[in-house]
């Protein structure tokens, strides 16, 4: 399985002309080739020899607008590639780039980037790595802004899009915590939209109460069952299961209450 093995690689251009203090800024982004019969515009390129890593490579020329960039669920290693092109006949100097108002559920490694240089005519990479907590929202454009500055005061904001793919498959964790008193979280993620049945049962076999029969979306979710039968009444110390079904998949795990 490839399931939390693939990394995202968006490789940025950005042309910039610093002549008397002005900048004038360009981006030019890829033109996708189709290397992969299931995973259209995606090229494999080895990162490490248990992973494989999505790599984009631009086309000069190429407008970028709207192109939203799909990155892995729960995924670590990602890269975002800013290439900055300095078209002046003079040097650039203390160029820095960062990213401003990221969102909680993405953790980058440094959100900035000094670059101390940029020869004349010659580009300069600003590369931010970065990673996806479970927790983020599947199949939501989110826009991610870069900031660019220069010596001399000027800055420019580079608006990158991405969104996060889906789990590939169905996921039960183990409750926590565990043992539990007087509550515990039940966590699960989905490939797919789908409706999901969680189920509570004691040693017996015999179902203690049903703490969700409902749609959930793609993603990461948890419910909290608080120790409490489908009577309203407190169970005793013990071993109990749960159960979850969504569509043909089901899975049983074990927990124990203790007091």
Not at 69 to 87: E, R
Not at 232 to 254: C, D, H, L, P, Q
Request: aromatic letters at 10%; proline letters at 5%.
């Amino acid at each position: 399985m490839l399931k939390n093995k693939l990394q995202t690689l968006i490789t940025v251009f950005l042309s910039l002309s610093i002549l008397a203090g002005v900048i004038d800024a360009q981006t030019t982004d890829k033109k996708f080739q189709n290397t992969n019969s299931k995973l259209p515009g995606i090229i494999f390129k080895p990162l490490k020899a248990e992973q494989s890593g999505n790599s984009y490579f631009p086309e000069p020329g190429e407008d970028n607008t709207g192109r939203i960039w799909d990155v892995p669920f729960a995924s670590t290693g990602n890269t975002i590639s800013l290439s900055v092109q300095n078209n002046s006949g003079i040097e650039a100097e203390n160029v820095s780039a960062r990213f401003i108002n990221l969102p909680t559920w993405l953790q980058f490694k440094s959100n900035s980037v000094f670059i101390k240089a940029i020869k004349a005519n010659a580009a300069s990479e600003a590369e931010f790595t970065f990673s996806v907590d479970k927790q983020a929202p599947v199949g939501k454009d989110t826009t991610l802004i870069a900031v660019i500055n220069t010596s001399n005061g000027k800055s420019w904001t580079k608006a990158i899009r991405i969104t996060i793919e889906a789990p590939k498959e169905y996921k039960l964790y183990n409750n926590y915590p565990n043992p539990f008193n007087p509550s515990t979280k039940i966590a699960f993620e989905l490939p797919q939209t789908s409706r999901v049945e969680l189920t509570i049962y004691d040693i017996t076999g015999r179902e203690i109460a049903c703490i969700a029969n409902e749609g959930f979306s793609a993603g990461f979710h948890e419910v909290t069952w608080d120790g409490i039968n489908s009577n309203g009444e407190r169970v005793s110390s013990g071993i109990y299961f749960y159960r979850i079904s969504a569509g043909n998949w089901s899975k049983v795990m074990k927990m124990m209450m203790v007091k």
